[in-house]
């Protein structure tokens, strides 16, 4: 157990370093950057209880807003994905979900790659129709939300499989 | 009142998130509207010493190409210097003279942004360094942005790549002003508006700023004329002004001070009283 909270603290902070000093500053084409912290939101044990989840969340997309100077959007967006998380879970693991059995690192790769692709969505959708925070750049927004999505789908996937540990 | 409790127990995720959704909700709100993002901004203690840190080793990837830009100023600075003495050209010293009502001083970025819709630079002067908010910021080149938030040590500037950003500007030749905005799309390119359709319009054409809002001094290069269109209404040019700035890679910068902002205000404050 002990184990657990220390491993996620150090997700969080090594996840929130790298968003903060490698990732921000990528600029593919000028505007297409990752956001990879939601990693932390990902892999979040299921076992822990809702309620903890969610505020940890808050935290970590505070800390983001605080980093980058976006107000609270990051923080919302995180917010939004982290409580709607057992409906993605129930969706793309099913019956594992339902017994409390998910281990990240041994599931099925397709049922983890579209579980991770429909958080990113989620995620990223939020975020810039919040930043871009106006109707008439709609074009704008599904733009800036479709590549950055790919960006960090293929990052996160490949981080997964990187440090996933085989039991 | 136990149907009360047992609700709240029941739903105590779903308020949790409510109420963490409104507060993020409320921050983001705030950070939309001009000077009003007070405690979400990176001059802070914790932010502010991480990218200081960070920058310090930036610092030297970037020596030779800021090196190239310091020296180009100084050359053009000489020029200027020893051709006035030369001349002995009295615009030159009336140019001068009327600027000593400005104060400058030196900072560093450490954080800069531009993929973003409201970009915030951070520099590493503050509070303690007598900066204050409304502020401008320059560099060698042209205009950079507006000091929004101080900390003790670090400041954070609201660049002109921001949507929320207006600033007032003319053409150089003429004095026909409006406001400098921005459309979120390019970091190149900034909008000119309110420009009126009696203007002599060209491309090509220099952009200034016009020293009508008591934060920038007269004649601050901003960019040049891409392109221009008539609005909808054919009153007012819009008018696409390319940078002479690399808001891409800032590193040096000014900030500029107007000696005479509390006269100016406190003028402005009692004439609006009367």
Redesign the interface.
Known sequence: MNSLIYSNMLRFSVLVIFQVLVLNHINFLGYINPYTYILFIILFPIKNTRIVFVFLSFLMGLTIDFFSDSGGIHAAACVSIAYARPIFLKFCFGTIYEYQTIKFNNVEFGSKLLYISLLTLTHHIILFSLEIFNISNVILTLQKTLFSSIFTIILSVLLTVIFSRKT | MQQIINFIIRN???L??LL??T??????????SYHK?KF???A?F??GG??NS?SNINRYFNLKSQNDILLQENRELKSVLYSSQNKNDTSFVKHYADNKNYKFSTAHVLKN??????N?L?INKGASDSIQQDFGVITSKGLVGIIDNTSKGYA?VISILNTTSKISAQLKKSNHFGTLTWN????YLVQLIDIPKIAPVMVGDTIVTSGRSSIFPKDIPIGVINDFELDTAENYYEINIRLFNDM?NLEHVYIVENIDIAEINNLLNNRNNE
């Open positions: 105590k995720t779903f949790l998130f963490l959704f507060i993020s909700l409320t921050f983001t709100i705030q950070s939309h993002s979400i901004n990176s802070n914790l932010t991480v990218y960070v942004s531009y993929s973003s819709t409201k915030v951070l954070t979120g799309i390019s970091p891409t």
